[in-house]
RNA sequence: GGGCGAGUGGCGGAAUUGGUAUACGCACGACACUUAAAAUGUCGCUCCGUUCGCGGAUUGAGGGUUCGAGUCCCUCCUUGCCCACCA
């Protein structure tokens, strides 16, 4: 036998199981428990796999091989995200048909695939550009259709002008395009929608986008992705009438104008603006509003507006701007609208009207309430047109508060007796003839400008006040029991600073004087509660110049002053409601999917234009409308479908008459949409799938694919999944149970890994120089699986010495010093050898603990800890082996005292069967085995075994770890602290000390505390 | 600007979820085998000190809770990813 040889292992037993396709293929007859498991289906690239790909891959696959063997069914198949633009745009560029480029692309991966030994189910694989798959997304498409959620709306969308097509929003990343960065223009065209917004929330049976997160085993970043993407707010939406700006100005009266306000409900008045808000509590801060460039009133009202042209100036130039331009203008612009007014319903106040582009036509009613003390954008606004900045809501200081965090104990400096009312203030100056720092308190609805720090000096029995601003002389004044009154103080002189809580510290160790002041006026109180955030709190409303956004208490606002913003909230939409004005609004970011390309590679969209019928479904036994292959690709901003005649020209299926097809194709998210339903069932000519099999093996049971998934791919395939649930196809509204991610690998030097940099790693190098096995083990061991990690060429050699040492030593363990295999392996020897009994106990521990934490591992997906285990065995059986060097007959000699059985060399090969299963394999039959390894039954470990008799008990004093001492493992605490106390080490560090504690943690430390 | 993470040796990373910090691997060093090198094997490898027994420090910085903190709490710093005028 010779040296470990992957090339041509790993080629044998590929071969093999592509001849025995039964071992990995799901059973639908089985009884068994089933497992999909499931892998994000790859767009088959003409690069080729990537070595990101296979990290993803070889997880689920250690995972699938692993159920099988714990006798699951399970279910793990692949197929090819076909459609896309990448081999449309080859296709342009040299001719190429885009399906024979797929074609070579889904050989190349599949190729590769299979040589890193995958064990996927073949026998199921999908393509989603062939017909007999796209009949079923266009299947798919006429049931949206007939049920109301696929309809077709002229609308403004993101248009591509490089790739001469439409973009979803999730595709116009920062207003370029996510494939050819080129900028997004806006145009109007007639576009097919998906209604995605009707399943945001929960839809009769069906849990909706937003609810059916909480039941899932997804990575909570994916989770907040999405529920970000989603953008739900609550808030409310009410109308501000219009009036002509002479007219306003005589009615300054607050009745008058609430009068005029309140009169909107009456139909005599149809001027208004409806503006939506999530801060109503603020409404009273409120001092002007601002409309889009493209709101209605701008086109209804010219009239009204005395700057007409000055308008339409400023609209006709923002048109012009694309979302990029507008969202990185660093400066806000707008101009007023002379010649009205708005009014501010809750208190009559006429105020100006803007149009600016900082507020979004698509977004709420694209027209805004203005208050820039209490909103960034509108304070910035503000400041550049000098617009008055009127605040109505002040921080909750030393109160819970929403954010607040609890604190229970605090240092003693600033454990003062104040009635939980804190705010952090250093007064440096003189006091009581003495230079000196005290901090100081305020009472809570006190600002700081008017009573800035109230201090009790207790050995003089006078209140003492300072008044003044931050950073200047205060006044100070003091309370004069007797006289019952306040008195000014000239002899002391105190600057007021905000300080935080590290330099209260500081002070505390430097300032002997202030400590002492601090425990005069503090000795009863050692506890307190206190809020951290306070002091970030008051250092913002305080510090910078800028609007304040946060919660807290209404001020200047009526009656609603004094409520919390909450509470505010709550009662002025009541208001609101009451006097028919607005009401309660919930908005989303999220908008319905436009799934409309003017594109060639993709599904046709199913419907027929006729002139008498109009928009016709393509009848069910008419689909798939299949892609004609004579087709012009070059864009001309029209589906290229257009123009192939054969395609287009078609018969009512109505009328019979002369009819059009549609044109344009599908986004191929909704190819990817549904295909891990079609896995389930993937031959069947009549149903997308059979509603017996979607019960058998849905939903997904674990989800591998990257992350950049997060919100579209994972978003529309669980919208799909709820329409066909609330439509009663499946009996589960969430696809996918478990996701989890692989992290990005990254280049050496730490970068992303790009083409242009010449910095990709490809796999086929690495199993050519290595072996799959080695690659496979490589990227698992490399760090967790959800990480980004550096790829490291120098660390693959030491996966690779692993696998030498593996099949070196199974060499080794055999008898006989011949050249040959058989002579090496007396394997009827060594079954039945009478002298060496069973397996030593020190092996046998340390197999039982690997088959545990291995077991647990994998179930966990830790495959790099599962992989450093799995080393650990081998090391030590290697050792214990090779502690005799050379002659080698000696070495063999010195097995003896580690000799394994060869029950438990097979489970050593089966536990790293998932990782290795090429060199597994091989192992295993030269065990004299003729089944596959992959047949076998996971090992159990046996729980005597791995209790370990013997422990080092850690014997701590003080925190320290002074001696270690191996003891029975159940040993009782008395024993323990005898034994302890009698160590020397111990001893010394006792000495003539009393033991004040003694914490025991039974099977690990003794810890003394003197 | 907002959201979510992360900071542990020269490097990738481990740490039973509050109980021996640095497992496993890479790189590095010494030795063995060799004419020599590679390969392989053995030993060493956080830092500082050491009389070679051991002592001290250490998980981005500072503070807190605890007998005990990489792990929990607070502040600050650095960094990654995603989102970004959504009222």
New binding site residues.
């Given amino acids: 036998m010779d040296k470990y040889n992957p090339k041509e292992i790993e080629k044998k037993w590929q071969d093999f199981w592509a001849k025995n396709p039964d071992n990995f293929s799901a059973k639908d007859e089985s009884g068994q428990e089933k497992a999909f498991i499931l892998d994000m289906f790859p767009y088959p690239s003409g690069t080729g796999l990537h070595v990101g790909h296979v990290e993803g891959y070889t997880a689920s696959d250690i995972y699938s091989r692993y159920k099988r063997m714990n006798g699951k069914n399970v279910l793990h198949p692949i197929g090819w995200d076909a459609f896309g633009l990448p081999a449309e745009n080859y296709a342009i560029k040299t001719g190429v048909h885009p399906k024979i480029t797929t074609q070579e692309a889904v050989e190349t991966f599949t190729h590769q695939m299979n040589a890193m030994g995958f064990s996927y189910d073949w026998s199921r694989e999908v393509n989603s550009s062939l017909p007999e798959y796209y009949k079923w997304t266009q299947w798919l498409f006429l049931l949206f259709y007939k049920n109301g959620l696929a309809y077709k709306k002229k609308a403004k969308v993101n248009w591509c002008p490089k790739c001469q097509t439409v973009l979803a929003?999730e595709q116009a990343?920062?207003g370029k395009c996510e494939r050819c960065e080129s900028e997004v223009i806006q145009k109007d065209l007639e576009q097919w929608f998906f209604k995605i917004t009707d399943f945001v929330e929960d839809n009769g049976e069906t849990s909706g986008l937003l609810s059916g997160l909480e039941k899932i085993d997804w990575p909570?970043?994916t989770k907040?992705?999405q529920k970000?993407?989603i953008?739900k707010?609550e808030?409310a939406q009410f109308k501000m009438s219009i009036v002509i700006a002479s007219e306003a100005k005589q009615s300054r009266d607050v009745e008058i104008n609430t009068e005029i306000a309140t009169s909107l409900s009456a139909p005599r008045n149809d001027m208004y603006i409806e503006?939506?808000?999530?801060?109503i509590d603020t409404v009273f801060g409120m001092t002007y509003a601002v409309v889009?460039p493209e709101h209605s009133v701008i086109k209804e009202q010219r009239s009204m507006i005395k700057n007409i042209e000055e308008i339409d100036a400023y609209v006709e130039d923002s048109k012009k701007k694309t979302?990029l331009d507008?969202?990185?203008?660093k400066v806000?612009t707008g101009v007023e609208i002379k010649g009205m007014k708005v009014i501010n319903p809750f208190n009559g106040e006429a105020l100006p009207l803007f149009v600016a582009?900082?507020?979004?036509?698509?977004?709420?009613?694209?027209?805004?309430?203005a208050?820039p003390a209490h909103?960034?954008?509108d304070f910035?606004f503000a400041k550049k047109y000098d617009l008055p900045i009127k605040e109505v809501i002040m921080p909750i200081f030393g109160e819970p508060h929403e954010g607040a965090?609890k604190?229970e104990?605090?240092?003693p400096l600033i454990q003062r007796k104040s009635d939980g009312k804190f705010l952090f203030l250093k007064m440096k100056g003189e006091l009581n003839g003495v230079i000196t720092t005290i901090i100081g308190g305020i009472e809570e609805g006190e600002s700081i400008e008017s009573a800035a720090v109230r201090e009790t000096l207790e050995e003089t029995g006078y209140e003492t006040k300072f008044i003044g601003k931050l950073g200047e002389k205060l006044e100070s004044h003091f309370y004069a029991p007797h006289k019952k009154e306040w008195r000014e103080r000239i002899d002391q002189s105190v600057v007021l600073e905000l300080i935080?809580?590290?330099e209260i510290?500081e002070i505390s160790n430097k300032e002997k004087d202030l400590q002492e002041i601090i425990w005069l006026t503090e000795n009863e109180s050692y506890k307190k509660l206190i809020y951290?955030?306070d002091?970030?709190r008051m250092n913002r409303f305080l510090g910078k110049e800028t609007a304040h956004t946060d919660d807290g208490r209404v001020i200047n606002s009526r009656e609603y002053s004094n409520l919390t913003s909450a509470e505010a909230r709550e009662k002025l939409t009541a208001w609101l409601e009451e006097k028919k004005i607005g009401q309660r609004k919930i908005?989303y970011?999220l908008r319905d999917w436009l799934v409309s390309r003017q594109r060639y590679w993709g599904a046709p969209i199913p419907i027929i234009y006729c002139e008498k019928c109009g928009e016709v479904a393509v009848p069910e036994k008419d689909l798939p409308v299949v892609l004609p292959d004579d087709v012009d690709f070059k864009p001309t901003g029209e589906s290229p479908l257009k123009y192939s005649k054969k395609f287009q020209e078609v018969r009512c299926p109505k009328c019979g008459g002369e009819a059009k097809r549609e044109s344009d194709t599908m986004d191929t998210f909704v190819c990817s949409s549904w295909y891990y339903l079609r896995y389930s069932d993937p031959k069947n000519e009549k149903e997308f799938a059979s509603k017996e099999k979607l019960e058998k093996w849905l939903p997904v049971d674990l989800y591998v694919g990257g992350?950049?998934h997060?919100?579209l791919h994972l978003l529309y395939a669980r919208f799909f999944t709820k329409v066909l649930h609330n439509l009663g196809y499946l009996n589960f509204d969430e696809p996918f149970l478990k996701l989890r991610h692989q992290g990005?690998i990254l280049a050496e030097d730490?970068t992303?890994m790009s083409k242009s940099k010449g910095n990709v790693v490809n796999p086929d190098d690495v199993v050519a120089q290595f072996g799959a096995d080695a690659l496979r083990i490589f990227e698992m061991?490399?760090?967790?699986l959800e990480?980004?990690?550096?790829w490291?060429t120098?660390?693959i050699?030491?996966?690779s010495?692993?696998l030498?040492?593996v099949y070196?030593h199974f060499k080794r363990n055999k008898k006989g010093l011949g050249d040959s295999w058989d002579e090496w392996c007396d394997f009827e020897k060594w079954k039945n050898n009478p002298e060496k009994g069973d397996t030593s106990i020190e092996i046998k521990t340390i197999l039982n603990k690997t088959i545990k934490g291995v077991s647990g591992d994998i179930e966990n997906l830790?495959f790099?800890?599962a992989?450093?285990k799995l080393?650990?065995l081998f090391?030590t059986i290697?050792?214990a082996e090779?502690?005799k060097?050379?002659p080698r007959d000696i070495r063999l000699e010195s097995s003896l005292s580690t000799f394994i059985t060869i029950d438990d060399y097979k489970k050593i090969i089966i536990i790293l069967s998932p990782f290795a299963p090429h060199l597994a394999e091989e192992l295993w039959e030269k065990l004299g085995n003729s089944e596959s390894i992959f047949l076998q039954k996971w090992p159990a470990y046996d729980p005597e075994l791995i209790k370990d008799e013997e422990?080092?008990l850690?014997v701590?004093i003080?925190?320290?770890?002074?001696d270690?001492i191996v003891v029975s493992a159940d040993i009782s605490e008395e024993e323990a602290k005898k034994l302890a106390t009698e160590s020397e080490?111990v001893k010394i560090h006792i000495a003539e000390k009393e033991i004040k504690?003694v914490?025991f943690?039974k099977g690990?430390?003794i810890?003394i505390?003197i």
């Fill in positions: 929003n990343e920062n909570n970043s907040s992705l970000n993407w953008g707010s808030g503006v939506y808000t999530t801060r889009a979302d507008r969202m990185e203008a806000k582009d900082y507020v979004l036509s698509q977004y709420g009613t694209g027209a805004v309430m208050v909103d960034e954008r910035e965090v604190r104990t605090v240092s935080n809580e590290n510290q951290e955030s002091i970030i908005n970011k992350a950049e997060s919100v990005t730490g992303k061991f490399m760090g967790p990480d980004a990690k550096p490291q120098k660390g050699v030491g996966v010495r692993f030498e040492r070196e830790k790099n800890t992989i450093s080393m650990i090391n290697y050792k090779t502690n060097q050379f422990i080092e850690i701590q003080n925190g320290k770890v002074r270690k080490k504690k914490i943690v690990r430390l810890s505390v």
